[in-house]
């Protein structure tokens, strides 16, 4: 395999329907470029990456250059440390890049152009209408989104699915939870391992942390805004699965700062399992000191 270089830089692209152009070559001396414009979004570790271009051009040398634009967005309303997937082009399932490195920041969203030189076999046209791009970690959930319609892949987005509440506010104890966003995803869960800390203009934060799950794994994540000196060091949580498992929490409930919301706090909580994911969800929610007195909410997925 050629080694691969990438630069990422900020770049912008118009957002439209799929379409594939072939530039002409006026002479053998001119490099052929195919260019593919396109809109389609997958979710990988915590983020949405959403392809809107891809050029491939071939050099004189029979050497190809595939040039892709991203938006990529953090799906978390606090900083997040999110995972980070290595990102290939595939051919009808097998690798034609090395590795990519693409780095979405802490918190918002960002544009970039990634270049990647020496894609598939010297001296061998490339077709872009067979290349998708693929975001994953060894022992993850794959993202696959196909650039064109002979890719040999299907596609595969982890979009999250919203779970619909009974309810939007929990009262247990001495907790006062406001239900911020429930769903159920497959592209990303919590995390025990602690961030390092980030600086979003001079202002340092604490990043939620969060990883990839594995193939086949789902997780339930459960957000809520708080008063601003909660603490979730005693409060208990049990979401009962519709096939009537009861699960803890997979890693301890975290809460984070908001960028811009001094009086509040926003308490994270993942449930991770395997199996099926359609009917009712509930929820359980206590005070550490008041156990047998829980508030109780359902969640609907779909």
């Known amino acids: 395999m050629s080694c691969v270089a990438a630069l990422l830089a900020a770049g912008c692209t118009p957002y439209g329907a799929d379409t594939l152009r072939t530039a002409a070559s006026p002479s053998p001396m001119t490099p052929a470029v195919r260019a593919v414009a396109l809109d389609r979004t997958a979710w990988w570790g915590?983020?949405?990456?959403?392809?809107?271009?891809?050029?491939?051009?071939?050099?004189?040398?029979?050497?190809?250059?595939?040039?892709?634009?991203?938006?990529?967005?953090?799906?978390?309303?606090?900083?997040?440390?999110?995972?980070?997937?290595k990102v290939a082009l595939e051919a009808d399932g097998v690798a034609v890049?090395?590795?990519?490195?693409?780095?979405?920041?802490?918190?918002?969203?960002?544009?970039?152009?990634?270049?990647?030189?020496?894609?598939?076999?010297?001296?061998?046209?490339?077709?872009?209408?067979?290349?998708?791009l693929v975001l994953t970690a060894p022992g993850a959930a794959r993202a696959v989104i196909p650039i064109g319609e002979h890719s040999g892949q299907n596609a595969v987005d982890l979009r999250p699915t919203p779970l619909r509440p009974?309810?939007?506010?929990?009262?247990?104890?001495?907790?006062?939870?406001?239900?911020?966003?429930?769903?159920?995803?497959?592209?990303c869960t919590g995390s025990p391992t602690a961030a390092p800390v980030v600086l979003l203009g001079t202002t340092p934060f604490s990043p939620r942390p969060l990883r990839a799950p594995k193939p086949g794994q789902h997780t339930v994540e459960l957000l809520f805004d708080a008063p601003a000196d909660t603490t979730a060091d005693h409060l208990l949580l049990r979401l009962t699965l519709p096939d009537g498992r009861r699960l803890a929490p997979t890693v301890p409930?975290?809460?984070?700062?908001?960028?811009?919301?001094?009086?509040?706090?926003?308490?994270?909580?993942?449930?991770?399992?395997?199996?099926?994911?359609?009917?009712?969800?509930?929820?359980?929610?206590?005070?550490?000191?008041?156990?047998?007195?829980?508030?109780?909410?359902?969640?609907?997925?779909?």
């Open 46 to 85: 915590g983020s949405s990456y959403r392809l809107t271009r891809v050029t491939t051009t071939v050099g004189t040398d029979g050497r190809t250059e595939a040039q892709l634009v991203l938006d990529v967005g953090v799906e978390s309303p606090v900083p997040v440390a999110a995972a980070l997937p």
């Open 166 to 187: 009974s309810a939007d506010h929990l009262a247990t104890g001495r907790f006062r939870l406001a239900l911020a966003d429930a769903r159920l995803r497959d592209d």
């Open 253 to 302: 409930i975290s809460t984070a700062a908001y960028p811009d919301r001094p009086d509040a706090v926003s308490l994270a909580a993942w449930f991770d399992f395997y199996g099926d994911t359609a009917g009712t969800y509930t929820l359980e929610a206590a005070d550490a000191q008041q156990p047998d007195d829980p508030a109780v909410l359902t969640l609907l997925a779909g």
């Open 97 to 132: 890049s090395g590795p990519l490195e693409v780095n979405p920041p802490p918190f918002g969203r960002a544009s970039l152009t990634a270049t990647v030189q020496d894609v598939g076999t010297p001296g061998q046209p490339l077709d872009p209408d067979r290349l998708a």
